[in-house]
C-alpha cells in the first residue's frame, strides 16, 4: 500500500492486489489494536539478518520522523509508551484507512479478494496470473510479508515468486515468538500461567529487560518475544526474574533483621505474590526465615537471577509477530529495492532476509522500504 501510494504520486498507474478481504489486516490486529506504527529508536543495531545494515539506505531516506508527519497530516492522535514506541490514541484501523485514502487520492487500484499464481518476464516487463485474468505491468513490487499468523492470510508466496527468478533465500523461521518447555519444565511454569513481571531474559551475549508472562506452554511477554529471534533450537535462555538486585544480599539481610517472617514474604517485596509463594513451596521451605541456612538463601537467589532453561521450540508461525529470513539482501539494491538481474521487480518489507525487533521497527521497515522502490517502482 505504502509502496503504490508512491508510485501513483509520481503519475504511474498502480494496481495493489491482495488475495485477503480486508486491506491492512495485519495493521489493524498489530498492538492490540492500537497498532505501534514506528519507533524513535530505529537503528541498524535493531534489525536481523545476514546484512542488518543492508537496510540503513531506506531507513535514513525516509525516517520515523517522516511518517510520524503523515500521521499528524491525517489528523491521527498517537502517544509514546516505552522504549520509544508509538501507538495510535484510537483503533489501528485509522492506519488502514489514511493508506487507503492515499492510494484513492494518489490514482492506484485495489483488487481484495483475488488470487495470485505465477509472474513471468514478457517482452514490455512482466506477465502476472491472478484469479481475474492475467495481467502485464512494467514493473512488479512484491509486497506480501512472511508466514507469520497464518489465519491472517499470510504465505510464502514472495518466496516463490523470488525463487522463480533465480533469486537466493535465507532460511524462514518464527520470529517474535514465545517460547515452549519440555514437560519437566512445563510442570514448574503452569502453575504461574498468567504471572507476569519485569525480568531479563538472556541467550548468548544478547539480552532484553522487558516484560515475561508465565504461560500454560511456557514463556511469552516482550523480554521473551524479542529473545526468540535470536535463540536457536538446542540453545539455553538464562531468566533472570529480579535484574539489577542482589538476591542474596536482600534475603539475608531479611534474615537478620524480619527472621521469624517467612520466605515467600521477602520473595514478595521483590516478585509477584504467587511467584513468591511457588518459589519457596518449589524450595521445600516450610519454616521462618531464621531457620534458613546460608546456602538455601543463595541457592533461592540463584534460581531468582539465574535461572538457565532450555526451550524445546516455540508456537511457530501460528502466533509468531515475524518471519525471520526472506530474501536475501544480496539479490537487493539497498537503495530500490530492486532484484538485481532482473530490471522492475522488487522486494520489500517482511519478505526480505530484514527483521526487526518487537516495538515498531518492522512497521517501519514496510513503510522505508515500500517508499524506496514507489520512487523508481
Known amino acids: 500500500m505504502f509502496a503504490a501510494i508512491e508510485a501513483g504520486r509520481r503519475g504511474r498507474r498502480v494496481l495493489v492486489i491482495d488475495h485477503a478481504k480486508a486491506a491492512g489486516e495485519k495493521i489493524r490486529i498489530s498492538g492490540g489494536g492500537r497498532c505501534n506504527f514506528t519507533n524513535l529508536g530505529v537503528g541498524a543495531e535493531r534489525f536481523l539478518g545476514r546484512n542488518p545494515r543492508f537496510a540503513l539506505s531506506a531507513l535514513r531516506r525516509y525516517t520515523a520522523r517522516d511518517f510520524i508527519a503523515r500521521v499528524d497530516a491525517a489528523g491521527i492522535r498517537w502517544h509514546e509508551k516505552t522504549l520509544g514506541q508509538l501507538f495510535c490514541d484510537g483503533p489501528a484501523t485509522q492506519i488502514v484507512q489514511m493508506l487507503l485514502r492515499d492510494m484513492e487520492a494518489a490514482g492506484c487500484e485495489l483488487w481484495l479478494g483475488c488470487a495470485l499464481g505465477e509472474v513471468r518476464r514478457h517482452a514490455e516487463g512482466f506477465e502476472v496470473d491472478t484469479a481475474r485474468g492475467p495481467l502485464r505491468a512494467s514493473s512488479v513490487i512484491v509486497a506480501t510479508g512472511g508466514k507469520s499468523i497464518p489465519k491472517m492470510g499470510a504465505t510464502g508466496y514472495g518466496y516463490r515468486v523470488a525463487e522463480a527468478f533465480g533469486l537466493p533465500l535465507v532460511e524462514t523461521r518464527p520470529g517474535l515468538v514465545p517460547l515452549t518447555f519440555a514437560e519437566q519444565e512445563l510442570a514448574w511454569m503452569k502453575p504461574l500461567a498468567g504471572v507476569a513481571l519485569d525480568g531479563r531474559v538472556s541467550c548468548g551475549k544478547t539480552r532484553f529487560d522487558e516484560a515475561v508472562l508465565f504461560t500454560h506452554r511456557g514463556l511469552s511477554g516482550p523480554a521473551v518475544l524479542q529473545i526468540s529471534s535470536y535463540w536457536r533450537e538446542g540453545e539455553a ?73 532450555v526451550p524445546v521450540g516455540s508456537e511457530g508461525y501460528r502466533t509468531a509477530e515475524v518471519t525471520l529470513g526472506g530474501v536475501d539482501t544480496d539479490a537487493l539494491d539497498a537503495r530500490t529495492m530492486e532484484a538485481r538481474g532482473v530490471p522492475g521487480l522488487y522486494f520489500v518489507g517482511e519478505v526480505v532476509d530484514v527483521t526487526g525487533w518487537l516495538g515498531g521497527y518492522n512497521f517501519q521497515w514496510a513503510w522505508s522500504s515500500g517508499w524506496a522502490a514507489g520512487q523508481v517502482a
Open 237 to 309: 535462555v538464562t531468566l533472570n526474574l529480579a535484574p539489577d538486585v542482589d538476591v542474596a544480599g536482600f534475603l539475608a539481610a531479611e534474615k537478620q533483621t524480619a527472621g521469624r517472617g517467612m520466605l515467600r514474604t521477602a520473595l514478595g517485596k521483590l516478585l509477584p505474590e504467587r511467584l513468591a509463594r511457588h518459589l519457596e513451596a518449589e524450595a521445600g521451605i516450610t519454616g521462618p526465615m531464621a531457620e534458613l541456612p546460608k546456602a538455601v538463601l543463595e541457592r533461592v537467589a540463584q534460581g531468582v537471577t539465574s535461572w538457565r532453561l
